[in-house]
């Protein structure tokens, strides 16, 4: 029997989509030992199993679950069509991977946005008395922005009445239409208790734009926020109040991710602090600052709701410089470690700093002491070990550096450390491993401390793709991601000089997905 056209196309179409699912990445199976144990796997840092990850989203705490949704494209380990990829945790530690939780519509792709517990159900969105979970997301339109049109982004909500296991979206979306501004995105959304509103700040090209409503489905705009002459691109804002340490003031923080022109090169997270009196908030634009010196936090904003008022934020560890070549087979990507935010005052000025908090404590394996001693030339903290905190402390050196200097046996290391002659921090990673993807990867980066400090304090983490460091109780944080051919085993202290180390700590970290 001859074979029909319909036989033949059926079998192309066969081959064809075999041939499409052998390119597409494997999706790990938990219940296997070599579960994300890939080369490059953050072991306890998030990552999602499979496919590209960008900005955190929809971060929220609601009835004893940390939600994390995140920037997902499930098809691809390239950036693609936005959904939310969707992960709970009881202890901001370990993760559970969910369904995802946001799936393109017709009126567009789901780009990054915030989440919140509708308290008192001011949007009728809730059911049987409980409060309804609210995404705030902006919608991103590719058939609107092919044709050339500026108005292409704009702001929706999606509702849950099931603890964000399914979302509906709101029959009257957008919410917020577009005044005409090209990038007009990523809603944060507070509850303003003062003025009994919702607070919504969004990014618009080179400024924050502040809006009110009391249900979230009304948004009034009430004022903008930028930097006179400002030419970068703004985006994933976040607006909160916060008491300055050891006093009773309350100043509010507005944080703003820049794409360009970072301290240390393309993507970064800064901020501003100033006052908000429920419609404005009011601060000095040139006086900018920058909650990580590393080039691998971007997007960071803060969880909603955290029950003990604590401000605990997350950032997605890469930068848009090279996000999409790095190394990847089959995820792309990881989050920073999770960070409690403090507001502190010096010299007459206000400053943010972050450390991670308190709950990473049952990661810790087992712990060495490294007796007090004066280093001459170099000691061995570490070998035999690839996921790590230290905890180390020296006396202010005059001159040299002192480095933390993490390496394997292919000769690849990065540095970490401290820079006497002018004041810095840094992280070196131009011997980390493979750069081919983006030369200018291989780089030393440095970071500013808050003055005065009196002697220098590192705890810095590592894991098998990034390094993260918290100076001086967090004054100044760094965070860089690295491809080694193989994971960092060994740690030394290396100094330019004599230096005086006090005791510190080698804490060996567990891994959160096995
Ligand atoms: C930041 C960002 C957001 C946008 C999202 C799209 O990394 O560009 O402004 O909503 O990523 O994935």
Redesign the pocket.
């Known amino acids: 029997m001859k074979p029909s056209i319909l036989t033949f196309v059926m079998l192309t179409g066969c081959v064809l989509f075999n041939l499409w699912r052998c390119n597409q990445p494997a999706t790990p199976d938990s219940s296997d030992d070599s579960y994300y144990t890939e080369q490059y796997r953050p072991q306890f840092h998030f990552s999602p199993e499979a496919n590209w990850m ?2 955190p989203n929809g971060m929220v705490y609601y009835d004893g679950e940390y939600h994390l949704f995140y ?1 997902y494209y499930p098809d691809s380990t390239v ?1 693609g069509p ?1 959904h939310w990829g969707h992960a709970v945790s009881s202890d901001l530690v370990h993760w559970e991977h969910l369904p995802v939780a946001l799936y393109p519509d017709s009126l567009g792709w789901i ?2 946005g915030s989440a919140v517990v509708d308290k008192g159900n001011t949007s009728g969105l809730g059911k049987n008395g409980k409060d309804p979970l609210i995404a705030i997301f ?1 919608h991103h339109n590719p058939e609107m922005e092919k044709e050339g049109r500026n108005d292409f982004q704009y702001q929706s909500i999606a509702f849950s009445n099931d603890n964000g296991r399914t979302f509906t979206m709101y029959e009257s979306n957008p919410v917020i239409v577009n005044p005409g501004i090209r990038d007009f ?2 809603p944060k959304v507070i509850w303003h208790d003062k003025s009994k509103n919702w607070i919504m700040v969004l ?1 618009a090209y080179d400024k924050a734009m502040f809006y009110t409503s009391p249900n979230l489905k009304d948004w009034t705009l009430t004022s903008e926020f930028g930097i006179p002459g400002d030419d970068r691109l703004w ?2 804002p976040d607006l909160f109040p916060m008491r300055v340490e050891g006093s009773e003031e309350e100043k509010w923080v507005l944080i703003v ?1 820049i794409q360009q022109k970072a301290p240390n090169g393309g993507t970064a997270t800064g901020y501003f602090v100033g006052d908000f009196d429920g419609k404005t908030f009011t601060g000095d634009p040139q006086n900018q600052k920058w909650l990580d010196y590393g080039t691998d936090n ?2 960071l904003v803060t969880w909603s709701n955290v029950p003990d008022g604590r401000t605990l934020a997350m950032g ?1 560890m890469s930068n ?1 410089l090279y996000a999409q070549e790095v190394p990847a087979s089959v995820w792309r990507s990881a989050m920073t470690l999770p960070r409690e935010i403090f507001l502190f005052e010096s010299g007459g000025d206000f400053f943010l700093r972050s450390v991670p908090p308190k709950e990473l404590a049952v990661l810790k394996k087992n712990t060495k002491t490294v007796k007090a001693q004066i280093i001459a030339d170099s000691i061995l903290l570490m070998e035999g070990i690839t996921t790590a905190k230290l905890n180390l402390s020296f006396d202010k050196p005059e001159e040299g550096q002192i480095i933390i200097r993490f390496s394997n046996t292919s000769e690849e290391f990065i540095d970490v450390g401290y820079n006497a002659d002018d004041e810095t921090y840094f992280i070196n990673r131009t011997h980390s491993g493979n750069a081919e993807f983006y030369p200018p990867f291989a780089s030393k980066h440095t970071g500013q401390t808050v003055y005065p400090f009196e002697s220098i304090n590192m705890i810095i983490y590592l894991d098998h793709s990034s390094v993260e460091l918290f100076a001086d109780e967090g004054k100044c944080v760094m965070t860089d991601i690295f491809f080694p051919s193989e994971p960092f085993d060994k740690a030394q202290v290396i100094v330019t000089g004599s230096t005086e180390m006090r005791e510190g700590y080698v804490t060996e970290m567990n891994n959160i997905w096995r």
């Open positions: 960008n900005d920037q950036w936005m780009f990054s902006t995105r990523d990014a985006e994933c991710s971007y997007a997605w848009w």
